[in-house]
């Protein structure tokens, strides 16, 4: 395909515009064509390379094309090892189950059943609400502000952001959206305000079957959940028998330092939904992890043709070496201190931008009080060599989210792009 491209005289960008639908986004910010990558470097057709602080919106923690898991992944195919299975019992899934129960779930105390839900994140996500429902027989969902939890109906349903919803086309119901912890400046506690709400019978709020919640609200804008506040949500839902649903879509799999966002906070939550960086290889792959007693689900009652995805498994087993030890999450904790502390210092170096620093471990936000002035570096960034995104409702924060596995040099020039990309914007 890149040859033909290569042969017209058309631009390579011609092909996307003529042939793929309006509703493509990312290419619209990074207007190039990649051909290959490694580790936290990514090149192009004009073989320019590129420092990726963006790493597949989370689904690329330990980089492109890592080799561990390449060697893996082609020795699985080269045996001719099962693709495609639904979800038939294959050597691959057995390996994948029995090494995520040993490295991840028996260290941290943790007992769930693990649901393959299909592919994808927001998957996960719909069968996280589905299992909710029918487990409680009640039907409300509680969110709040800013939540991102993906594009399908469900999903979207507990979704905050005005323009995602408004392509649903369809009223989004049976959902009651309370603040995010620091919604409101000024104290407001807002797990009081939605525990009052729901001990009054003339609020107009019944207990719901589950309230859903990110720890860091990642495409939010970078918005972080104290412990306190995240272990007040939890007593409410046991006080009141509410399935507490964590997304760790995005800042799961190390993204916070630890392998669970919601470990630090001493969290327990009755069903965990996982994708992105589960494969560890960009590969699609999502979990829906359940508390036993919430396990009712009839066979085949939430199904999908791809939740058997064997290469997958592959190589997301290689990817759980990483978690045998602490050795990557200390590494996540030291470079996440590390970047924000030249964050918090361009904070004071460049005035004129009015920002401040959001996140936790190495999922960062540069919050800009002109929202244009986030878009305008994010473009200037990308013509100096550095693909990062923008976050939040008005896209006025800079994210940052390299590859945990990011190397201190490339992870410093990175960050150098990004100062010479304000000082320009500036």
């Not at 580790?39 to 192009?44: A, E, F, K, L, T």
């Not at 009755?270 to 508390?291: E, F, H, N, Q, R």
């Not at 936790?360 to 473009?379: F, M, T, W, Y």
Request: neutral net charge.
């Amino acid at each position: 395909m890149l040859n033909a491209i290569q042969e017209t005289m058309l631009s390579p960008l011609d092909v996307f515009e003529d042939l793929e639908s309006s509703v493509r986004s990312y290419i619209r910010s990074f207007p190039t064509v990649f051909t290959r990558a490694r580790g936290s470097r990514m090149w192009d057709l004009q073989n320019r390379v590129y420092i990726d602080f963006f790493a597949g919106a989370g689904a690329l923690n330990y980089g492109h094309n890592h080799p561990r898991m390449k060697e893996k992944l082609l020795d699985y195919v080269a045996s001719d090892g099962i693709a495609h299975s639904l979800d038939m019992g294959t050597e691959a899934k057995a390996r994948f189950l029995e090494q995520f129960q040993q490295v991840i779930l028996e260290p941290r105390g943790l007992t769930y059943k693990v649901m393959f839900p299909g592919p994808t994140g927001t998957n996960a996500v719909e069968s996280a609400l589905k299992l909710a429902r029918k487990a409680t027989g009640r039907t409300t969902v509680v969110n709040f502000t800013n939540a991102f939890h993906g594009m399908t109906l469900g999903s979207l349903a507990v979704t905050g952001n005005k323009f995602k919803r408004g392509g649903a086309g369809v009223p989004l119901s049976n959902v009651v959206t309370m603040p995010y912890d620091g919604y409101f400046e000024g104290g407001l506690d807002s797990v009081d305000y939605l525990e009052q709400l729901l001990a009054d019978g003339g609020s107009g709020i019944s207990r719901p079957a589950a309230i859903i919640l990110e720890t860091v609200q990642g495409e939010g804008g970078v918005n972080v959940a104290s412990a306190a506040w995240l272990r007040k949500v939890e007593k409410l839902c046991r006080r009141m028998g509410i399935v507490l649903i964590v997304d760790d879509i995005q800042v799961g799999c190390g993204r916070t330092g630890a392998f669970f966002s919601f470990e630090d906070a001493g969290l327990k939550p009755d069903i965990v939904c996982l994708s992105k960086s589960i494969s560890g290889y960009g590969l699609p792959m999502a979990l829906t992890l359940i508390k036993p007693e919430l396990d009712v689900w009839d066979p085949g009652e939430h199904n999908g043709t791809f939740r058997g995805h064997n290469l997958a498994f592959v190589t997301a087993t290689e990817a759980l070496s990483f978690w045998r030890n602490d050795t990557l999450e200390q590494e996540i904790r030291l470079k996440g201190k590390r970047v924000r502390a030249r964050l918090e210092r361009w904070t004071v170096k460049y005035p004129g931008l009015k920002a401040k620093v959001r996140g936790r471990g190495l999922i960062l936000g540069l919050v800009c009080g002109d929202p244009e002035k986030a878009k305008q570096i994010s473009a200037a960034a990308f013509e100096r060599g550095l693909i990062i995104e923008t976050a939040g409702p008005d896209d006025e924060v800079v994210k940052l989210l390299p590859p945990l596995t990011i190397d201190p040099s490339t992870l410093d020039e990175g960050l150098q792009i990004l100062e010479d990309s304000i000082e320009h914007v500036l």
